[in-house]
């Protein structure tokens, strides 16, 4: 197991899991619980962290990671499906045929 993404925003944590997720990556969550040590350790030990259970898939994991922390609020221009729908940019799939938006 190799741990891929910490945060202190467990939201956040659990965004980029479900990205690994969809692409086939088996990964946990762990530290879920830990913010009521806070205080008692260092604060960034408490924050959720984000680990893969297959260490070949470690590779792929960060190249999703990546894409998805480069990602910023300029980034929402709009854009076209393959299904030729126009799609503003504040959303990552086409509503009407549920295609996600490339990276």
């Known amino acids: 197991m190799k741990r891929?993404?910490?945060?202190?925003?467990?939201m956040e944590?659990?965004?980029?899991?479900?990205?690994?997720e969809q692409d086939g990556i088996i990964?946990?969550?762990?530290?879920?619980?830990?913010?009521?040590?806070?205080?008692?350790?260092p604060s960034h030990e408490c924050?959720?962290?984000l680990w893969i259970t297959n260490d070949n898939d470690y590779e792929l994991a960060m190249n999703i990671v990546d894409a998805a922390l480069s990602h910023t609020p300029d980034d929402i221009s709009p854009w076209q499906c393959s299904c030729g729908e126009k799609?503003?940019?504040q959303f990552s799939a086409c509503w009407k045929c549920g295609k996600e938006k490339s990276l």
């Open 47 to 49: 924050w959720p962290e």
């Open 4 to 10: 891929v993404y910490s945060s202190e925003n467990s």
């Open 27 to 41: 990964c946990l969550m762990k530290n879920q619980i830990l913010s009521g040590a806070l205080g008692e350790i």
């Open 87 to 89: 799609i503003e940019g």
């Open 13 to 20: 944590v659990g965004l980029i899991k479900g990205m690994l």
